[in-house]
DNA sequence: AGGATTGATGCAATCGATTGCGTAACTGGC
DNA sequence: GCCAGTTACGCAATCGATTGCATCAATCCT
């Protein structure tokens, strides 16, 4: 089978411990032999067996990243940069998908703490508090993008209040008055914070908010369509529609598209998070970048400090936040506050006093 | 820290061995203590603890798939399904990203046999043949939708031959005659097969190939653009063109959009693989469909099979193949010859000639 | 009834590394 | 030249499971 270390110490004619700390570099063997040993190792081809290695020393060298799915093009930007960074540092990434399920997530985390991974960043359900908070006691923890707030652990989110804010300040800058938000379930933490970073804007502009132009959801792509339907068949339809439910993005598109209506000329469209078409897409979408690059890599060093402190202790700072960005293309237009936009009712069929479906907003 | 074996068997006042075997239900111990020692394993919470079974078998319950990235949809799609399947038989998906990059997968393949996994799906580069073929003797491989051809290790393709030939001769059954082709590059198998494919597809309806209407190259956005702007500035620009190079897509998208050119009625797109947002695009896109699901689904099958036969043999079929499908949308309308063209001209908004499927609403 | 067979269990080696402790060899000071 | 102090190395235990072999009791067969 494969070369060990007790085939690397025989052929150095040592002991198999003399082998370990020579290769290991414990600084414990002479400079020559370290060197002899090195030369030989990698003469025989001998690679340690982590597994081995594991089982004394407790580790695996593998660090599981957890995330609701690959359909998100956030969590797939944060996958490759995790892959990325660990690899480099010579570590495996366990990528697991858990489908924001209860169970799935809960299942998931007894494998991976079972397999001893030395570390875990989550995107958290939010509905497995005590069992995280159980299992940061032997691995170190750091949660991604939604905070689990039954657990103090040390959270990297995305900066979604002022993210929000700047969307729609933009929209404001624009001209825009009646601006459609479609955000996300009220129960995350994304979708609170977007919507409040929404009301802001709109208060500091001495706007008032409208609830029927405010929609919350789950985030799927029927969901943008739904609200946008309403949206549009408003009496008043807003002109300008702020999608902060990223999964909501393609049933907006969809919409928009069935009813004829020109993007940037008869409704700005701006998106949260971004993803690769987007700027491929004509016109290309507009968006707040949530900053998917540096939320992953922020998370891994923070995971990596934990690592290294062996768990001494906490150091304050539990909470982190990285900076939105708005991205400007061509999917906003300026309205002049004059000239109105020309009333663009395609069928005049069921506008009624469409509320906000979900509870919460 | 955490329960062992040895506690268990303490606290049942029988030895390790028993426990173990216990357990493991070898059937070696009687049905009284087997159930016995069930019990007090579960009450104990008790966790065989893998790495410690991993040294002693030499088997992880890691299963790795190695792919080139993850914004192409069918990967995302093939590594949902890979975790899906090996979770539910106790194995954990080791999600590794090569970027088709030849010393990349070099690496991690080297990272990963280190690890002892006990099994590997791989999207090969088709550049590390001989490390591939040494590993294959410690170590269960399946390769998926490239063949590496210094191997002869089982292969899952997508039936590419097929599915391009489908969608050329279903752009010929709408009409159209002069079909220009974005393929993949010619080194790898699904960009050789692809087209052959429409090749054969042209020779059986007696439409001579031109070249200046094949493009072969590399699987990015860039590639579309470019391609897309010399066919459209051809002498005679195609009726229809097959973008059988899925990560051109985007490009070939943007240069239509760019220069207004209406789909399906001023040019016919079919494109190769899904996406999600492909049919909530308008006009919704026609696809040839890989069956990525289906890829696969494929691969674990025959990966499991080889990891239970224990690498007893070599079972004649080598290769697989999945079979393409026509997915109809919007995107690409039926010309007629040149005579009742104008029939048509005056209203153009929905063919009805090509079957929309399509959404309700 | 007594030797042979079967069944259940324990002992101890093993997987491949790491690591505490003991010891031989070497160095230097006086 | 002798002792203390350092350095380099080996021995053996250890991590937590699995497993071949030995043991002992219960059962079976003639």
Redesign the interface.
């Known amino acids: 089978?494969?070369v060990t270390l007790k085939d690397v110490a025989q052929a150095a004619r040592v002991s198999v411990s003399t082998a370990s700390r020579a290769l290991t570099g414990t600084g414990l063997t002479s400079e020559r032999t370290q060197q002899r040993l090195t030369r030989i190792a990698r003469e025989l081809g001998y690679?340690?067996?982590?597994?081995?290695r594991?089982?004394k020393t407790g580790q695996?060298r593998?660090v599981a990243l957890l995330v609701h799915?690959?359909?998100n093009a956030s969590f797939?930007v944060m996958?490759?940069v995790v892959?990325?960074r660990l690899?480099a540092l010579g570590y495996?990434?366990?990528?697991?998908?858990g489908g924001d399920d209860q169970q799935q997530e809960s299942?998931?985390l007894?494998?991976?703490v079972?397999?001893?991974i030395d570390g875990l960043i989550v995107v958290p359900t939010g509905k497995n508090g005590p069992q995280l908070k159980a299992l940061a006691k032997?691995v170190p923890i750091v949660c991604l993008v939604r905070r689990d707030d039954a657990t103090d652990l040390e959270t990297v989110l995305a900066d979604d209040p002022q993210g929000a804010y700047l969307g729609t300040r933009h929209l404001i800058e624009l001209g825009h008055k009646r601006i459609g938000l479609i955000v996300g379930r009220q129960d995350t933490t994304s979708g609170r914070e977007r919507l409040s970073g929404y009301v802001r804007a709109l208060r500091e502009a001495d706007i008032a908010t409208d609830n029927a132009l405010i929609h919350a959801g789950h985030f799927v792509?029927e969901t943008g369509?739904t609200c946008c339907?309403k949206l549009l068949d408003l009496p008043r339809p807003p002109s300008a529609i702020f999608v902060a439910n990223h999964e909501a993005t393609?049933?907006v598109?969809?919409v928009t598209?069935?009813r004829n209506i020109a993007i940037p000329n008869d409704l700005s469209l701006l998106c949260y998070e971004d993803m690769?078409?987007f700027e491929?897409?004509?016109?290309a979408i507009s968006i707040v970048d949530n900053g998917a690059r540096d939320l992953a890599n922020l998370a891994v060093d923070r995971l990596l400090q934990r690592m290294d402190a062996k768990g001494n202790g906490n150091d304050g700072v539990r909470e982190y936040r990285v900076g939105a960005r708005l991205v400007q293309r061509d999917s906003c237009r300026r309205i002049e506050a004059a000239a109105t936009v020309k009333a663009n009712k395609p069928k005049p069929s069921t506008s009624k006093s469409s509320a906000a479906k979900s509870a919460k907003v």
Do not use: F, V, Y
């Not at 491929?280 to 016109?283: D, E, F, I, L």
């Open positions: 089978m494969s690679r340690p067996n982590p597994i081995a594991g089982l695996s593998l799915n690959l359909t797939q996958a490759e892959q990325a690899k495996q990434m366990l990528l697991c998908i299942d998931t007894t494998t991976l079972d397999h001893r032997d792509p369509a339907r393609l049933g598109l969809r598209a069935e690769p078409w491929w897409h004509r016109p």
